[in-house]
């Protein structure tokens, strides 16, 4: 039997203004899970390099759809530096009901995939609720 003291934490999430302020995060937390909005910390406007560094050195874990990130140098290598764990919802023209259905589908295999998986890494969701690495 574990002790408490060897029980990992809880992953807390962020979702990025890309998915919006209220359904994903309420339909996650009716999930039971913990979760940060980007509008709660930071203007809309921030620079993506700048977020990522901070939510890095929360520990938190971001939810986002916005895929192109694994393609731009600084946007990849600031959230590399800062050590975050990434999921991307890589499935296109989605209301947001629906994303919010597919991330909370998936909080089963984002938590084995964080059991198994160090920071950093940039991870898909799809519409399945499967994940899988894209970048490490």
Do not use: C
Request: a positive charge.
């Amino acid at each position: 039997m574990n002790s408490p003291s060897k029980q990992p934490e809880p992953p807390v999430f962020f979702v990025d203004r890309s998915l919006g302020k209220i359904r994903i995060a309420t339909a996650l937390r009716q999930a039971g899970v913990l979760v940060h909005i980007h509008e709660d910390y930071f203007p809309p406007n921030a620079k993506d390099e700048y977020w990522l560094t901070q939510v890095g050195r929360n520990g938190w874990i971001v939810l986002t759809k916005d895929h192109r990130i694994r393609y731009r140098n600084l946007e990849r290598e600031a959230l590399m530096n800062a050590g975050v764990g990434a999921f991307i919802l890589t499935a296109g023209d989605l209301q947001g009901e629906e994303m919010a259905q597919i991330f909370v589908k998936a909080l089963p295999a984002i938590a084995k995939f964080l059991r198994k998986h160090k920071k950093p890494f940039i991870a898909k969701v799809a519409r399945s609720g499967s994940v899988s690495m894209l970048f490490r």
